[in-house]
């Protein structure tokens, strides 16, 4: 005889009950020019969609932020957290790779290329070094303690994880067990969060794919690919239009389940300063 469970009644609600908690979408500003117009909605006018740039990721959406190493991942993530502090918004940086000291450096490296003056706004910016105790990266539980005590503390908005392929490493087939109870979480204390992950080199380079398969794309409500391609030839030189032994970095939204988006692949600079900006559409450039 089948084993009978009793229904779990408060997971059903009737739509009315839960209209005055649905989530507004708005824009939270990414700190990286041209990243902030490629997610937008859209309304029907006169029987016509009409996009309206959303201007930054959406509030509240857990990002998923993948490439191989050198394609501006972390930029990417430090821009973020300089331009929510600068905004006002407690942001907390979770580094799993580096320890405090050296996630400090870059912010403000990162802070002064963006103009912003870093005194301003450091009190907005809480690191938790889960590179240096490896209590936060080993064991969960205390991971989510710490992110709670600090989230009440210091009324965070916004969290950083980089990288989330630090939680799993020598564990791949563990990383849905990890990925999922921390989208969870952040959804709960609604936290507009940062995914940084790492591809491994055999990886299709503009696929969603990441170190631990898809298992972080499946879960997060959005994922942003950035690339690197090496003009070794004169075929590449001529498509790509840039000179041999240059690096072209592109940049693709793989999807978002909460706004519409650019599904476009755009080329991505780095500048001599350390920022990332978004350029023109690949197919653009490429004349198609």
Known sequence: ??????????????????????????????????????????????????????????????????????????????????????????????????????????????????????????????????????????NLPVLFDTLAHAIKTYHIKNTVIDSITGLYEAKEMMARQIVRPLFNFLKKWHQTALFVSQKRSGHEELTAEAAGGFAISHIVDCTIVVAKHLIASQYDARIYKRPLGEIVRLIRIDGCRMCGHDSDTHFMEITPGGIVKIGPKLKAVLGK
Not at 32 to 50: A, H, K, S
Not at 87 to 94: E, K, R
Not at 102 to 126: C, H, P, Y
């Open 1 to 138: 005889m089948a084993e009978q469970h009793e229904p779990l009644l408060e997971s059903i609600s009737p739509v009315r009950e839960l209209k005055d908690k649905k989530v507004e979408i708005r824009g939270v500003p990414t700190g990286v020019p041209g990243l902030d117009e490629m997610f937008f909605t859209t309304t029907l006018e006169n029987g016509r969609p009409v996009i309206h740039p959303l201007g930054g990721y959406p509030e509240r959406a857990v990002i998923h932020l993948t490439g191989v190493s050198d394609t501006g991942k972390s930029l990417m993530a430090e821009q973020f957290v300089i331009q929510q502090a600068a905004l006002g918004n407690p942001t907390a940086f979770v580094t799993v790779e580096s320890p405090a000291p050296f996630i400090v450096t870059g912010l403000q490296q990162r802070a002064s290329q963006m103009g912003i003056n870093f005194s301003d706004i450091e009190d907005q910016i809480i690191i938790i070094d889960a590179a240096t105790y490896s209590s936060l990266r080993d």
